[in-house]
């Protein structure tokens, strides 16, 4: 029995005893006051239990009632025996609770029946992605059914995880609540497996290398940059896709500080999971595994690595490594060299007025602020700019607007379209052929405040939702160069959010259309997003790897620095 329950028998059993001994006295004063004290008990029983009702505790309930009404009569007596009624079936609890196998059980099944219900009624790229809910609600309905029954919180969080996965959409996953977080952690933890002392990364050539390896394989030839050619006899993508974290879309977050410990995603553009495709395998094995690499005279070599401890530590830190940015606050400016400075974007939100303003000019004292900002650069020399969208979480694209307002060409420069909502229907209106309809065209004017200045966008996979919105009107101007060892995301569609009983899942549920009213970038059947086809994909090659993870070097940025002496 739980201890908070565990404390409310033994305060309502006390509370019996009490009453039991204020028969005689409430008798002998006739006060109403004293008789009132006989209605605390079922309140306190409630109060107590703040969890809520269970089945298990109806004793507990029912005893509370069954003492409460003494204050119906008006003989001691009979107070006295409603009061030691109502203690015995208090009592009663403790083995109710203990003998019932659903004592306190958590709902995930109704959990997930009522979450999956709201995402398949206001999914709004259901058509557009193919989506067969029918198939999704077999396939998974029994593993939470299942969970429901074992009271697994943490299968609950990677079975969430493999669902949200299958959309492959940037705004689909299920974030979890305190209560779980623990629980969900470990499952994650524990899904990307064991430690042998390096990560796998594939290279632009195909090939897979050794990355953030460990100093105890040196004695066997292996470092960063090692081609690893077999993980247990296996081409490392091919044992990838075996690990219980393959294609997750999740995140376990510390609730206190906010941070996010691990995200992993089953990316929406198939080209951003295929740079990632290898990255799983280093955590796939037993007590050990056989590794089969290229030694430094290109001869095949075999190893048999031991375990060394949990993989997540080290997976962890090879995507922080690969997807860094400028160490700044959101809109923060650094100047990195005489002639150019770097504008640090890792959310598009500037106060919360702004955010939540459909105004036109609701971005104005931002847009005066990056204005002065940069007239102040260009008479210390500064005459091009760095933009680092590195893992930018996305936010308001009336903020896109006002940021690339400053760079873009002079003139009226289109970002997206609105589509049209049905009144009627509570719906996203549609035409014949079930495409939605256009609404507003959402446009800006540019400033070219730099002049002949150039700009630089720094892009990576975690770059979503108004981070995308931001490639796509950029990577087509005459003045900006796009960087990247990958694409964009490729999710722009607005998010919503259904809160249960133990996370809270996120979906698109707000439709963007492009200019002929096609879905505006988030990728479709073909896993192909319309973002990110002008981003110039610096190769990931054994002197990227080294200058990131030997050199601890921000390897993009220097990239950048190069093009703009050129």
């Given at each position: 029995m739980q201890t908070i329950d565990l404390i409310a028998v033994a305060v309502c059993v006390l509370g019996c005893g009490g009453l039991w001994r204020l028969a005689d006295h409430a008798d002998r004063v006739k006060s109403t006051k004293w008789k009132l004290l006989w209605l605390l008990l079922p309140v306190l029983s409630f109060v107590i239990t703040k969890r809520g009702p269970d089945i298990s505790l109806l004793p507990l309930y029912l005893g509370a009632v069954i003492a409460a009404l003494g204050f119906f009569t008006e003989i001691a007596a009979n107070r006295k025996k409603l009061a030691v009624s109502g203690a015995l079936c208090i009592l009663l609890s403790i083995p109710a609770c203990d003998l019932n196998p659903r004592y306190r059980a958590k709902g995930y099944l109704k959990d997930f029946e009522a979450l999956f219900s709201c995402m398949r009624e206001h999914y709004v790229l259901t058509e557009h992605k193919g989506i067969d809910w029918d198939a999704l609600y077999a396939k998974y309905q029994p593993l939470f059914a299942e969970i429901d029954r074992t009271q697994d919180a943490g299968q609950n969080a990677l079975v969430?995880?493999?669902?949200?996965?299958?959309?492959?959409?940037?705004?689909?996953?299920?974030?979890?609540?305190?209560?779980?977080?623990?629980?969900?952690?470990?499952?994650?933890?524990?899904?990307?497996?064991?430690?042998?002392?390096?990560?796998?990364?594939?290279?632009?050539?195909?090939?897979?290398?050794?990355?953030?390896?460990?100093?105890?394989?040196?004695?066997?030839?292996?470092?960063?940059?090692?081609?690893?050619?077999?993980?247990?006899?296996?081409?490392?993508?091919?044992?990838?896709?075996?690990?219980?974290?393959?294609?997750?879309?999740?995140?376990?977050?510390?609730?206190?500080?906010?941070?996010?410990?691990?995200?992993?995603?089953?990316?929406?553009?198939?080209?951003?999971?295929?740079?990632?495709s290898g990255v799983l395998a280093a955590g796939v094995g037993g007590e050990s595994v056989t590794v089969t690499y290229l030694d430094a005279s290109g001869k095949e070599q075999t190893a048999v690595l031991p375990k060394i401890g949990e993989f997540y530590d080290r997976c962890v830190q090879t995507f922080r490594t690969i997807n860094q940015g400028v160490q700044a606050g959101n809109l923060q400016w650094t100047k990195i060299n005489r002639t150019t400075a770097c504008l640090r974007l890792k959310g598009m939100s500037y106060d919360a007025k702004s955010y939540s303003s459909a105004e036109t000019d609701a971005f104005d004292e931002m847009k005066d602020e990056i204005r002065s900002t940069i007239l102040r650069y260009q008479t210390e020399g500064v005459r091009d700019v760095v933009i680092d969208l590195r893992s930018?979480?996305?936010?308001?694209?009336?903020?896109?607007?006002?940021?690339?307002?400053?760079?873009?060409?002079?003139?009226?420069?289109?970002?997206?379209?609105?589509?049209?909502?049905?009144?009627?229907k509570h719906s996203w209106a549609t035409n014949e052929t079930g495409s939605y309809i256009k609404g507003k065209e959402i446009a800006f004017q540019g400033e070219q405040l730099l002049g002949d200045g150039r700009v630089i966008l720094l892009v990576n996979s975690e770059t979503v939702s108004a981070g995308d919105d931001m490639v796509k009107i950029m990577e087509d101007m005459e003045n900006v160069t796009v960087l990247?060892?990958?694409?964009?995301?490729?999710?722009?569609?607005?998010?919503?959010?259904?809160?249960?009983?133990?996370?809270?899942?996120?979906?698109?549920?707000?439709?963007?259309?492009?200019?002929?009213?096609?879905?505006?970038?988030?990728?479709?059947?073909?896993?192909?997003?319309?973002?990110?086809?002008?981003?110039?994909?610096?190769?990931?090659?054994?002197?990227?790897?080294?200058?990131?993870?030997?050199?601890?070097?921000?390897?993009?940025?220097?990239?950048?620095?190069?093009?703009?002496k050129q």
């Open positions: 969430w995880g493999a669902l949200t996965g299958e959309f492959h959409d940037g705004h689909v996953g299920y974030s979890h609540f305190k209560d779980d977080n623990d629980a969900a952690a470990a499952a994650v933890r524990n899904a990307l497996g064991n430690d042998y002392g390096l990560a796998v990364m594939r290279c632009t050539d195909g090939s897979f290398a050794a990355v953030n390896t460990d100093e105890s394989l040196a004695k066997f030839g292996i470092r960063n940059g090692t081609v690893i050619t077999k993980w247990d006899g296996k081409s490392p993508d091919a044992v990838s896709r075996t690990s219980p974290a393959y294609g997750l879309s999740t995140f376990v977050a510390d609730t206190d500080s906010g941070e996010v410990i691990f995200r992993l995603d089953s990316y929406p553009d198939i080209d951003n999971e295929i740079f990632w930018n979480e996305g936010g308001s694209p009336h903020m896109v607007d006002g940021v690339v307002s400053m760079f873009a060409p002079k003139g009226e420069h289109f970002n997206m379209c609105t589509a049209v909502w049905d009144d009627k990247g060892f990958t694409e964009p995301n490729g999710s722009c569609q607005a998010v919503n959010f259904k809160i249960g009983d133990f996370g809270t899942l996120s979906f698109s549920s707000c439709v963007t259309l492009d200019r002929d009213g096609s879905i505006f970038i988030d990728s479709g059947i073909d896993r192909q997003s319309t973002d990110g086809s002008g981003v110039q994909i610096i190769p990931f090659d054994e002197t990227a790897i080294h200058a990131l993870f030997d050199e601890h070097q921000d390897y993009l940025m220097d990239k950048a620095l190069e093009m703009l």
